[in-house]
């Protein structure tokens, strides 16, 4: 049995390259080009990895409180920069919110599905919160994958189940999406396109991840991850408006 060589550092920062080819792609409207999509579908493999290592980070963490602060405070820092990014033209308008505030709304569903005992009010709150993330980036989806990471633990096979549910789901939105605004066989070769991130980050989770974290340097892991987000969107967007 081949030992598995990618610790979950190493992963998230492959994770980060991803999302920057797609912010990059999405930011100077690459979309339609080879080059484009590529970089759009790729980036795609960034938020199903996040999600399940929010999962696992919430059960490793020393302070669960802590956890749920940081991902609160980043979510704000990161707005601006978000909404400075993505808006299609002008300076700034309101684009919903963050990816970091989508996984504050994820971290509270891991907590609910967790803490709360009662299955009725259990099962109500998690609604709640998914429908709570229908203004942010990656909506329902990533509270959706959440919820199966929750499911799947640690057992190799829930993990596997889970990952090829979330591929195939996110394949099938983006290609209803696309219904009646490409002909069928370009949406259904966009839509297969798409699935190419979440496959890829199923495969590197699931058959290369060895369960361990980087042994030098986990504090500056640990915050590079929290602000990579808005320095590099802050960044695109300086380069957006510059473009003007």
Not at 71 to 97: D, H, K, N, R, Y
Request: hydrophobic letters at 55%; aromatic letters at 16%.
């Amino acid at each position: 049995m081949r030992e598995k060589s990618l610790n979950r550092d190493v992963i998230k920062y492959i994770a980060m390259f991803m999302m920057l080819l797609n912010h990059v792609a999405h930011v100077f409207s690459l979309s339609g080009t080879f080059l484009g999509e590529l970089f759009t579908d790729l980036g795609y493999f960034t938020a199903p990895v996040m999600c399940y290592f929010l999962v696992e980070g919430y059960h490793c963490t020393h302070s669960k409180m802590q956890y749920g602060i940081r991902l609160a405070v980043f979510a704000l820092i990161s707005e601006i920069p978000f909404c400075l990014a993505f808006t299609p033209s002008g300076v700034i308008s309101f684009q919903g919110m963050n990816m970091i505030f989508t996984l504050l709304l994820c971290f509270l569903i891991v907590l609910a599905m967790d803490q709360i005992a009662n299955p009725l009010l259990r099962e109500l709150t998690v609604f709640a919160l998914i429908a709570a993330s229908v203004c942010s980036d990656w909506a329902v989806l990533a509270p959706v994958f959440t919820v199966l990471f929750v499911w799947a633990g640690q057992e190799k096979n829930r993990v596997r189940t889970a990952y090829v549910i979330v591929t195939l789901a996110f394949g099938l939105t983006n290609f209803s999406s696309g219904i009646g605004y490409y002909p069928l066989q370009r949406n259904l070769l966009l839509s297969l396109g798409t699935m190419i991130g979440p496959a890829l980050a199923g495969f590197v989770v699931v058959e290369l991840y060895n369960g361990m974290r980087i042994k030098k340097g986990r504090a500056f892991s640990q915050w590079f991850f929290y602000l990579f987000y808005p320095l590099h969107l802050f960044a695109l967007s300086l380069l957006r408006i510059y473009c003007l």
